[in-house]
């Protein structure tokens, strides 16, 4: 499957990132050329068109270990043929003071 390979490249996979297939739907695009891919990334880019899921979703739904989804994600982004949407790094989020002090500001009007 990974064909030896145990990391992902450069991309790194958080097990909340969530994965959406790029690929155009098949019921509107029934003569679309067959995509060079394993038979393990055609079912990740199926479950992944229309409904996104987390990468540990995938590595549920697929019984694979995450580290050999990851290194199949990896193939997948390098290839263009899905999208990863990363969660927000905890240090970016704003301050739990802050919003505490919106809501109160909110519910005052």
Do not use: W, Y
């Amino acid at each position: 499957m990974t064909r030896g390979r145990t990391g992902s490249g450069e991309q790194q996979f958080d097990l909340i990132a969530v994965v959406v297939s790029e690929l155009p739907d098949p019921a509107l695009a029934p003569d679309a050329p067959k995509l060079p891919v394993g038979p393990e990334q055609a079912q990740i880019l199926r479950r992944c068109l229309g409904t996104p899921l987390s990468v540990a979703e995938l590595a549920a739904d697929l019984d694979l270990p995450v580290g050999v989804v990851r290194v199949l994600l990896g193939d997948l982004l390098a290839a263009g043929l899905i999208r990863v949407n990363r969660p927000v790094p905890p240090a970016l989020l704003p301050d739990e003071r802050i919003l505490q002090e919106v809501i109160h500001g909110l519910r005052a009007l």
